[in-house]
Every structure is written in structure tokens, then in C-alpha cells.
RNA sequence: CGCGGGGUGGAGCAGUCUGGUAGCUCGUCGGGCUCAUAACCCGAAGGUCGCUAGUUCGAAUCUAGCCCCCGCUACCA
């Protein structure tokens, strides 16, 4: 079933800015990606899935200045926290981009030479208020009663000669293009505050910095007196990690490419992003995905240890799998979330321990005890059979819509109610008598169970994949994990051998309110 | 007239785009089962879905107006 390897699917994450070392939302994100990667995996599609760090600009200067490195030692330290974190948290990145890689920067200089050219690039004043001690321009905004927030002094008007890119230019052409591909930013309030934010006249984008001001940055490629604005440098990292613009993984990913990012920097991703792959003569992306913020009541958790949300902390007390999962489950994506201990620990408890744990837990028991693991050929299925199988088959047709749609805590209710559907099965059925009366039922009921967990398994292997492969091992699949595609429930009854011989540890252990391990 | 988000049983949340018996988790009460991780299954109590008006045969869901709460001031996904 893996003939559909021809069909491509492309997945960034937002390249991290390393003035600080990675936390729950970054997790967030990568995980998203993640399980978004290996689903389109487990389609079949062939995947690349980018992620990075985002390297230059003023705010990485002084960060290094402040733990008293080089900025390239600094940057090296941070980068390599970020990319030594994915692999912790089972993230299966194709590439690791940094924006101070020697072709990145080539690329960067490359798209600014092109756009230049082309007319859309030019030279202007910028008049701006400048605090000198925070070496830098405010907007209105951003001052407290016209003075600077930090320096409490009044900004001076200095006048700084700029390059700035035409993107007013493509304002119409950008408004139309939304109008005519509805899903290009997601979920729709994101469409509809770019559409909201595009509705006021749209200023061109001042791209530079002179380099006697900064000088931690790529420089101009028709200035060397130059560098080049974070966004303008960030931004093209999607593409020049695949090659841009002879590579061959650009020409076949880059059709299909889909960003996510959180609401943070949806003005870049949704409206300057655009606006430079056109005038650049690249086609815009398939996808820009939009999630919220997970809100943190770090208050509670300081006062008692001092201690703050760190993801691989979480996962290390709870367990990976159970952290990847709650986070999916737990946020609407597009949407806020709170964050607490208290509701992972429910989940776990709740869905993970009690629903699923103990589904497998108990219908392995039941094989292993009644047919030493080795399940018969099922009989002649029955109307409850059928309707299960019926369910589990409409359970994954549902599911593969909603993840298309990034819609995972849909997804994911989706596969817990056919677990549900799976317990009442055998309260209904009741193996432990049919063990007494009718062997071959029995062998037909334990089969049927064995191929909904089967189903289950290979549902939930983006999201959980340790705990989906653990589960594909006892049950004696041949193949298990990304060799074990979304088709393959479909064909079923093959499940035969059952390799729990001895009892096999809960895959979810109960844990108690306070976060300790429940005694099993 | 700043922008945005939200107001759904005791708590926390889905559902609102594509109107049609109001759903989930936790908690409470009663029952069942014994294969299982004090788990699982069934049942019960508990909601004027912020307010008002409108559209409709029918509105939590669409339209208009109003009230209340929270971010935009902390690094940042």
C-alpha cells in the first residue's frame, strides 16, 4: 500500500528565535508538525518536515553579550538545545535549518538580488522615534506616554537612510488571492483578521539595518553597508532548506507547502510572506496553519518548588507519549488553552489509563489466558461484530478528514469513542463466560477486539508513536509503525498471534492528583 | 465608537462555519460485571446554551443591538 509514494506533502514549523531556550510552545508546535508529518507518512505521501533556529538580529547580540560569549559560540550553544530537544520529544525532523547556514545565506542574498532588480526594492528615508539606550526605533504604540518603556525618557526623531521593500505593490493582488483560495489561512478568524488588517492601506516593508547599528545579519547583496531585516532573512528559510531554486526537493515539495505558526506571527506569515514569494516569481504556499497560545499559571507552580514548565520535564515525569497526547487532545487548534498539571494528570488518568490502557490490558489478558495467545480463525461473524468492525472503518475515514483539517482533538475523540465502543463490546459479550460455553465465539469475539486495538494502534501512531509500536509488538504484527499504514485495518482477521505471553506492564500506569506514579 | 478572544448543567471544555432530540471529561448518587490498571458497562440528578429583538416550520448555531470577563503592558510557539 505504499503506491502513493508520488504524492508529496511539505510541513514547517516557525524557525525559533534562540534568545531562549525551548519551552511548552515550542514543543506545541514541533509536536504539531510532528504528528502532522507522520500522518501524511502513514497516507503514504512522501514527507518532508522542516524545523530550525532563527539566528540574527539585535535581540541575539545581546543575549550573548549578557552570558558573556561570542555571538556564534551563543548561537551555536542555543541552536544545538533546540535540535538536541526533538529528538527527546520523538520528533522526526528531515532537516534542521539555521539561518546563519552558508547556503541559507546565499539564498537570502539571492531572493533580495532578484526582487532588487525587479524594481521592488528601494532606497528612502525612515523617520522614526529612537531611544539611544535601547538602540532602537518604537512605534507610538509601543511607548508609554510617549516615552520609552524601558529608559522612561523621551524617543529622539532621527531620520535613518533604509532600503524598503514595495510590498503595497501586492496588497490587491494579495486580497484577491485569499478571496479565491479559502483555506489558504487557517482556521478562518486568522483569514479573517489578515483580511481585517489588509483592509487599511498596507506600508512597504523597511528591510534593512544599517550595519554601523547592527551588524549580526546577512548582508545586502547591493550594500555591503547593510544587513538585511530579520523577517526578510527568517522567512525564506522555507525555502532555501529545500534547495531554492534549482533543488530537487524544491521543485517537488514546494507545491505543496504548508506552514504552521502561532498567532504571534501571523501578520509576517500572512501578508509580508506572500507578498515576497510574488515578487520574487514564486508561487505562495498551500497552507498557512494558525494554532493559540497555551496559557500558563506559572504562579502556582513557583511558589511551591520555584520551578517553571519545561516540555521535556513534563515528559519525563509523565511519560512522552502521554505529554504528546494530552497537548493534542487538550488544545482546539486555532484556539487558547490553559495549561495545568492537574488536567494532563485527568487525561492520562481518564482516557489514556482507564479507556485505552485498560482496553488492551484486558482483552490481551484474555487471549493470553484463554488461547495462550495464539487466537483462532474468527467464526462467522455476528451483528455485533459487523457493527464494530462498521464503526472502527467510519472511525478512520472520519479521522483522516480531520487531520487533513488539522482538526486533532476531533481526531482523537473520534478514535475514543470507538475505544468506548470496544469496552461496551465486552461488557456486552462477556468472554469470560463465553470461555465456558462457546470456544469458538469466544475466539471470534477476542479477534474482533484484537483488530479494533489493531485499527487503534495504528490511529493513534502520530500522535503516540512509542505507545502505538509497544502495542503492534504484541500483537505480532509484522509490520508496525510507519510500515503499517492507515489501510491496513481494513483488512480484517489477520490478527492471529498474540505475542502478551507473560502479562505486559500497563502502558498507562494510573497516577495520583499530586503527579506521583499510583501503585499498580 | 480602538483591535481581538470569550460568556454552554458544580468545575473544565467541545459543539456554532454546513440551523433540526444539548454533548464530553471530572465530580455526586444508585446498579451491573469480574476479563482488566480500585479499572470497565448501565442508569439518575443537574443547563431559560450572557441579555433582547429578528429571520425561520424550527436557532447554542444565522442577523442586529446590548451587558459582562480576558489579552493587546512579561520572553516568546
Known amino acids: 500500500m505504499r503506491g502513493n509514494s508520488h504524492i508529496a506533502f511539505y510541513i514547517t514549523t516557525p524557525i525559533y528565535y534562540v534568545n531562549a531556550e525551548p519551552h511548552l510552545g515550542h514543543a506545541y508546535t514541533t509536536i504539531v ?9 502513514l497516507s503514504g505521501y512522501e514527507t518532508f518536515f522542516l524545523t530550525g533556529t532563527d539566528e540574527h538580529g539585535n535581540k541575539v547580540v545581546e543575549a550573548a553579550e549578557g552570558s558573556g560569549e561570542t555571538v556564534e559560540a551563543y548561537v551555536d550553544r542555543i541552536s544545538s538545545a533546540f535540535k538536541e530537544t526533538w529528538p527527546k520529544l520523538n520528533i522526526t525532523n528531515d532537516y534542521f535549518i539555521r539561518t546563519t547556514d552558508g547556503n541559507h545565506k546565499a539564498t537570502v542574498r539571492e531572493i533580495l538580488s532578484k526582487v532588487y532588480e525587479k524594481g521592488d526594492i528601494y532606497f528612502s528615508d525612515y523617520e522614526g522615534k529612537y531611544c539611544v539606550g535601547c538602540e532602537r526605533f518604537y512605534t507610538d504604540t509601543e511607548l508609554t506616554q510617549g516615552r520609552c518603556p524601558i529608559h522612561m525618557n523621551e524617543p529622539r526623531i532621527i531620520k535613518e537612510e533604509n532600503y524598503f521593500f514595495r510590498m503595497s505593490k501586492y496588497q490587491g493582488w494579495l486580497i484577491d488571492y485569499i478571496d479565491e483560495h479559502p483555506g489558504f489561512i487557517r482556521p478562518e478568524r486568522y483569514r479573517n483578521e489578515v483580511m481585517a488588517f489588509l483592509k487599511e492601506p498596507l506600508e512597504d516593508l523597511c528591510i534593512s539595518r544599517p550595519k554601523r547599528r547592527l551588524s549580526w545579519g546577512i548582508p545586502l547583496p547591493f550594500n555591503d553597508d547593510y544587513v538585511t531585516y530579520v523577517w526578510f532573512d527568517a522567512l525564506i528559510n522555507y525555502i532555501s532548506a529545500l534547495g531554492y531554486p534549482g533543488g530537487e526537493r524544491f521543485k517537488k515539495f514546494w507545491r505543496v507547502a ?8 501571523l501578520k509576517p506569515h500572512g501578508i509580508y510572506w506572500p507578498c ?12 498557512l496553519n494558525v494554532h493559540g ?25 509523565y511519560g512522552l507519549d502521554a505529554f504528546r497526547y494530552f497537548l493534542l487532545r487538550e488544545m482546539v487548534f486555532g484556539l487558547d488553552s490553559d495549561f495545568s498539571e492537574e488536567s494532563l494528570v485527568r487525561r492520562l488518568n481518564a482516557d489514556l489509563a482507564n479507556d485505552f490502557g485498560n482496553l488492551v490490558s484486558r482483552s490481551m489478558t484474555m487471549a493470553v489466558k484463554y488461547f495462550e495467545g495464539l487466537l483462532p480463525a474468527p467464526g462467522k461473524p ?25 482538526a ?27 470461555a465456558r460455553s462457546d470456544r469458538e465465539r469466544l475466539g471470534t469475539v477476542l479477534t ?5 486495538i489493531k485499527t487503534v494502534s495504528v490511529l493513534i501512531w502520530p500522535f503516540m508513536p512509542q505507545t502505538a509500536e509497544k502495542i503492534q509488538h504484541q500483537l505480532g504484527l509484522e509490520r508496525v509503525g510507519s510500515e503499517l499504514p492507515l489501510e491496513a485495518p481494513g483488512e480484517w482477521g489477520r490478527t492471529k498471534q498474540v505475542r502478551a505471553i507473560s502479562k505486559a506492564p500497563p502502558l498507562f500506569p494510573r497516577v495520583n492528583p499530586e503527579g506521583e506514579k499510583a501503585r499498580g
Not at 497560545?293 to 520535564?313: A, C, E, F, Q
Open 33 to 41: 508538525g510532528d504528528v502532522i508529518a507522520r500522518f501524511h507518512r
Open 258 to 265: 504548508q506552514h504552521i505558526i502561532a498567532k504571534d506571527i
Open 276 to 287: 515576497m514569494l510574488k515578487a520574487a516569481g514564486i508561487e505562495p504556499y498551500q497552507h
Open 293 to 317: 497560545y497555551w496559557n500558563v499559571n506559572t504562579g502556582k507552580m513557583s511558589k511551591s518548588l520555584g520551578n517553571i514548565v519545561r516540555p521535556l520535564d513534563l515528559a519525563d515525569k
Open 382 to 406: 455476528e451483528e455485533a461484530d459487523e457493527d464494530l468492525r462498521g464503526a472502527a472503518l467510519k472511525v478512520i475515514e472520519e479521522y483522516k478528514g480531520m487531520m487533513k483539517g488539522f
Open 408 to 434: 486533532f482533538h476531533k481526531a482523537l475523540i473520534g478514535v475514543w469513542e470507538l475505544i468506548g465502543k470496544a469496552n461496551k463490546y465486552i461488557d456486552t459479550m462477556k468472554p469470560w463466560a463465553l
Open 448 to 452: 474482533t477486539l484484537t483488530e479494533v
